[in-house]
């Protein structure tokens, strides 16, 4: 009867764990689709003036519109877009009235050698952003060739003299030759939870359905002998 009852805890008690784990991967989905449409909110929001200093926290996807003039060099960040290929995020210092920010320009294919930068007084509508795309694995950016691995904001202001203000462009008051917008979405924010849950769920059901079986196999055994 001991045998019977630890069989029964083990067969009911690991479902119910899984279960619970997979309720727990529903919740987070909740809550990460919850963080996503916020983030949407704040990313479509009507642009305003640039803080006089932004904070990376409040201040994270918020829209602005800022007016200045490109000054100094253009520093690469290697990326891939699909069905393009690899290319470059063009990061340019820009003077404005009060600053000296960063402005993510956008992208260019790898073979698009000599990219002009616009001249004069350029307004640019974006939003501000300090992504998080560097870990221990991250290469060292290579300053012969100008190739940068990740937007560090910090790494990347210390390298232009500019503040650790980085807007990413949505609409440029003017041409920008080949560049092409990436403007801040909400596209790379990872949301397996739903996957997750599944595969829970479906452990859950295999667990159980395997412990049944097996205890219906020792009663028959039982009888038969």
Known sequence: MSRV????????????????????????LA???????????????????LPAQPDPQTDAFLPVTVTGAFDGDTLRVLVSQKEV?????????METVNDRILVDRGFVAVDDKGVATPEGLVTVTGNLHWPQETDQFTPEADFDLNIWFARDVDDLAAALAAEPILVVARDLSVPDSVVTPLPVDTSRIPNDHLNYAITWFSLAAIWLAMSILFMRRRRGAKLES
């Open 85 to 93: 290929g690899a290319g470059y995020r063009l990061i340019t210092a």
């Open 31 to 49: 809550w990460k689709e919850a963080l996503i449409a916020d983030i949407n909110t704040r990313i479509l929001a009507d642009p305003v003036t």
């Open 5 to 28: 009852l630890f069989l029964i805890i083990v067969g009911f008690g690991g479902a119910a764990i899984l279960l619970s784990l997979g309720v727990w991967q529903m919740q987070r």
